[in-house]
């Protein structure tokens, strides 16, 4: 809107200060409605620059939890009565197979997400993600007596398409078998990259971490090296004559074993002391008997999902939404600018006529006289302009053009020269 705005503002510059004592009225409210305009636009295009300043700010993260959950069931099949007992044909023998793998059964393991609000059950309705946003890949191995020489069963959330809240895996039972175990790997998706703390470091720098809503107590490597530096800084650890040297009070030393260290040097020795958060593995013994869906176990993991996730996507909707409005609008926008202009240059026509009328009818041999002496002088510049001689500054001075009867009368000029040339 920036564009149309300034090209109106222009047109509204062409008008000829003399329009207001024509028609004092329609002057007025034409300045009022022009005004609205402007301060329209300008509000417009405020809002418009906030709501691009608050997307691309750096996002707010808070701390949710993620239920995870783990289901598990197992329909056993029913012979279907008259196969057995069916005389021997050439299909007899599909229909005893199909029997048999009826009568094997089909378990179904599941895995479920859900993002909830701290320790309460209720789902977080303040973000969008899912189980398959946190999550990055899934291990299943299953038992190697109930199914010798299979690959395990990969999980992948790259390979599934759009986000989901978890996954499911059904395989058929086998007969002999009363129980089968299940081994599944979780892979967080963690971006940026979170460790564990060896319990002694934990110990001395908790108080100053990040809040963890989960079990896990894992952190990213800033809040670990934030946290030990606030503990540096309180306890007054930096020697008073080489600020770049550390001496380490008994917490300390236990953690690092030795007296000081320099600083650089401390952000070596706390890399021995974080250990990547490795896959969550959980084993699992499974029924082959008749279950309905049972949740065999919950864990619960820490997460940082956007505040206020609902309203930054719908922030988005309306940049994209102007975006496209302006561009389907812009060629009527063109359209009205041009017709906008064609009127100030019509009105300031018809202003400049009657203005020359005006002068003409109230002293017709003054203003005739004026046009010749104007005459003269355009002759004497031009004449002028091929000798050595300067022009005086009264001879081209650009206040005799700026009278209205100059332009009409050119333009008479040149209408008529036009025409005659026809």
Known sequence: MTEPAASKRKAVELLHAEVETIDPDQYASHKQL???EAKLDSTIERHVRQLDMLIQAPPKMIRKTLKVSFYYSFVPSVKLEGEVHAAPSEGHADQVHRSELLDDGEWTFRVEGTIIDGNKNAACQSTAKKFSHFFRKAILDLDDQLYPGSNPIEW?????????????ISRPGKKGFQTHRLRLQLLRNQSPERFALSPDLFNAISPYLTPNCGPDDTFVKADISFALWQYIKEKDLMKTDDCRVISHDEVLQR???CHEQPIHAIMGSLQTKLTPVGPTVIDFTLQLEDTTQVCLDTKY????????ETLLHAQKRALAGL?????RTKPELDLLEHQMADVVHRINGHVATREWMHQFATDPSGFMTKV???????NQILSMATQATPVPAHLHDSNLYAQPWVHSTIDMVLARDGGGGH
Do not use: C, M
């Open 34 to 36: 022009k005004a609205l």
């Open 156 to 168: 992948s959330s790259f390979r599934s398409g759009d986000d989901s809240d978890g996954f499911s």
């Open 255 to 257: 953690v690092f074993e």
């Open 301 to 308: 993991f820490s997460i940082e999902v956007q505040a206020q």
């Open 323 to 327: 975006a496209a409005h302006r561009k």
């Open 372 to 378: 010749v002496e104007s005459q003269d002088t355009d």
